[in-house]
């Protein structure tokens, strides 16, 4: 490892304690999931994100930042996109009223459902995104 990686480690590493400790999408459904599920039964739901955020940071990597930075409308509309489903969950919380489960409907987000979630998380792309530009600098 070169001594600028090196450098660089402990910073990562902060931003990397900061960004997954603070509030966000993964971290209330994770609560939730976490409550009414229990802790075995939200392991798929947490290796997910885990599993999401690598394959975004990954894909990031390979490109797709290069795409965002020749094609900035692009950023625009997933931002745009991403405020959008944020709002419209929020609209629909504020909104609902009393919970009815049928029998067995309900049960923890999956594995491939958490890991595709991250493609439309607005906190997983600013952290990508972020982390992506900083160790291209």
Same mark, same amino acid.
């Given at each position: ?7 660089? $480690?402990?910073?990562?590493?902060? +931003?990397? !304690? ?6 966000? @999408?993964?971290?209330?459904? /994770? %609560? ?23 394959? $975004?940071?990954?894909?990031?990597? +390979?490109? !797709? ?6 094609? @900035?409308?692009?950023?625009? /509309? %997933? ?59």
């Amino acid at each position: 490892m070169s001594y600028e990686l090196l450098s660089a $480690l402990p910073a990562g590493i902060l +931003f990397a !304690l900061v960004t997954t400790i603070t509030p966000g @999408p993964n971290n209330t459904m /994770l %609560l939730a999931s976490g409550v009414n599920f229990g802790f075995r039964r939200t392991l798929p739901h947490i290796f997910g994100i885990s599993a999401g955020v690598v394959v $975004l940071m990954v894909s990031v990597g +390979f490109g !797709l930042g290069e795409v965002f930075q020749r094609v @900035p409308q692009l950023y625009t /509309l %997933l931002e745009a996109a991403s405020v959008g489903y944020l709002l419209y969950l929020a609209w629909k919380i504020g909104t609902s009223g009393e919970v009815r489960v049928r029998q067995g409907e309900r049960r923890p987000m999956r594995f491939h459902e958490a890991l595709l979630f991250q493609w439309i998380n607005p906190k997983a792309w600013m952290m990508v995104l972020t982390a992506a530009t900083t160790i291209h600098m």
